[in-house]
């Protein structure tokens, strides 16, 4: 089993619609939890940080689930801007942030 | 905030042939890791120093590529010789805590 897996899609969707990306991780002792967004050809920044007890910063929503390994990214009211791929990523203290292959968002006018 | 600055942005090179990549990280940032990203694929890690020591170099092809970090701020990530299966990006990135991850811009290697 992989250590990060997310679907790398791509999601097509239209503007102001929801969408939600999954991410599983095998390490049950990881501890930090994060969304990145990388738009094409540039580099990785964060999107926001995912904490137990969930947390939400604006139209983005984060969830974590420990008892599955499970973390999930709810985008509300899609904008055209909102089209990159989104990573997830999984640490804990000692090892390095370990990165999923990433799922691609587009969306569409 | 100055962010992770890395050179050059781009390079050519012919297989077999050596090439060598600079990262300077943010300013008080202990912590410094080098991603390599295929097309396609999301970032993997072939290197993480604390200050100027190895953490984590497990995925680092140590036969072909090495880095170091001297005085625990800039680091130099070499390939000798290249592979035609280098052809990536190469991300530095550095952190004040080992969690949040900041991404220089990156080096796209091409190797012909």
């Known amino acids: 089993r992989k250590e990060v897996e997310q679907d790398p899609g791509p999601f097509n969707v239209p503007e102001g619609a929801t969408v939600a990306f999954n991410c599983t991780y095998s390490n049950s002792a990881s501890q930090s939890f994060f969304w990145y967004r990388q738009d094409c050809r540039k580099e990785p920044k964060l999107l926001m940080s995912?904490?137990?007890s969930g947390n939400e910063d604006g139209r983005f929503t984060a969830q974590l689930n420990r008892a599955s390994q499970y973390i999930s990214l709810l985008i509300r009211d899609s904008k055209l801007s909102d089209s990159a791929t989104y990573l997830c990523?999984?640490?804990?203290?000692?090892?390095?942030?370990?990165f999923g292959k990433g799922t691609r968002l587009s969306v569409i006018a | 905030e100055a962010g992770v600055a890395q050179s050059p942005r781009y390079k050519i090179i012919e297989k077999r042939q050596s090439v060598a990549f600079w990262c300077n990280p943010i300013s008080g940032h202990a912590t410094l890791y080098w991603y390599q990203q295929i097309l396609g694929q999301g970032p993997k890690l072939l290197i993480q120093f604390q200050n100027n020591g190895v953490v984590d170099d497990s995925q680092l092809p140590k036969d072909r590529f090495s880095a170091e970090r001297l005085k625990g701020v800039d680091s130099t990530l070499k390939i000798q010789p290249a592979k035609l299966e280098d052809s990536a990006v190469y991300l530095c990135?550095?952190?004040?805590?080992?969690?949040?991850?900041?991404f220089g811009q990156g080096t796209r290697l091409t190797v012909v």
């Open positions: 990523v999984v640490g804990s203290g000692n090892t390095p942030l370990v």
């Open positions: 990135a550095s952190s004040p805590d080992r969690h949040e991850a900041f």
């Open positions: 995912v904490y137990s």
